[in-house]
T-cell receptor, first 118, second 109 residues
Framework: DAGVIQSPRHEVTEMGQEVTLRCKPI?????LFWYRQTMMRGLELLIY????????DSGMPEDRFSAKMPNASFSTLKIQPSEPRDSAVYFC????????????????FGPGTRLTVL | KNEVEQSPQNLTAQEGEFITINCSYS?????LHWLQQHPGGGIVSLFM???GKKKHGRLIATINIQEKHSSLHITASHPRDSAVYIC???????????FGKGTKLTVNP
């Protein structure tokens, strides 16, 4: 398997522009997570989905952020309008639930999208 | 106060040394994760555990549920172990991870 795929890998945009980040989870995984990493705050969960349904979006900073998962193999994180304080690395991760062991399993991370908002 | 505290923040070692990174948490958890982030930025899951000890090659992770504490040990450290090690916890019934700030490890040859 190719692992979790994210695009673009780098995005530079100007304040006020719309930004769309994309993620393809590992096939067969039923959980998908969006994280943001900054120097100041470290890694933070933004939102996660189970079977394409948003379960916890309490980490989404404000209404400018939205995430969708229209099917099991694709998710988007959109920022509109973007602001300089949104500059960060955004990671997507996926995992699966199994009835054996702990139930929940390790998360597999994508390579991240480095976003710079000027 | 952060729910997940790691120590030390930075650690420099000589090749071959035994390394210990600590993680303390203040909430009830269902599992604790150790992640590794290399200088290139990629994040890899090293361990997920809820009790006892796990070992993978030169890496060992332990957890003490009563004391709300976990340690990550690296035996015979090598420069390629240089990375940021991040502790994260998930709470009962949820996949949501809460992260520590990370420990930056540098292993010199």
């Amino acid at each position: 398997d190719a692992g979790v795929i994210q695009s673009p890998r780098h995005e530079v945009t100007e304040m006020g522009q719309e930004v769309t980040l994309r993620c393809k989870p590992i096939s067969g995984h039923d959980y998908l997570f969006w994280y943001r990493q900054t120097m100041m705050r470290g890694l933070e969960l933004l939102i996660y989905f189970n079977n394409n349904v948003p379960i916890d979006d309490s980490g989404m900073p404000e209404d400018r952020f939205s995430a969708k998962m229209p099917n099991a193999s694709f998710s988007t994180l959109k920022i509109q309008p973007s602001e300089p304080r949104d500059s960060a690395v955004y990671f997507c991760a996926s995992s699966f639930y199994s009835l054996s062991g702990l139930g929940y399993n390790e998360q597999f991370f994508g390579p991240g999208t480095r976003l710079t908002v000027l | 106060k952060n729910e997940v505290e790691q120590s030390p923040q930075n650690l420099t070692a000589q090749e071959g040394e035994f390394i210990t990174i600590n993680c303390s948490y203040s909430v009830g958890i269902s599992a604790l994760h150790w992640l590794q982030q290399h200088p290139g930025g990629g994040i890899v899951s090293l361990f997920m555990l809820s009790s006892g000890k796990k070992k993978h090659g030169r890496l060992i992770a332990t957890i003490n549920i009563q004391e709300k504490h976990s340690s990550l040990h690296i035996t015979a450290s090598h420069p390629r172990d240089s990375a940021v090690y991040i502790c994260a916890v998930s709470q009962g019934g949820s996949e949501k991870l809460v992260f520590g700030k990370g420990t930056k490890l540098t292993v010199n040859p």
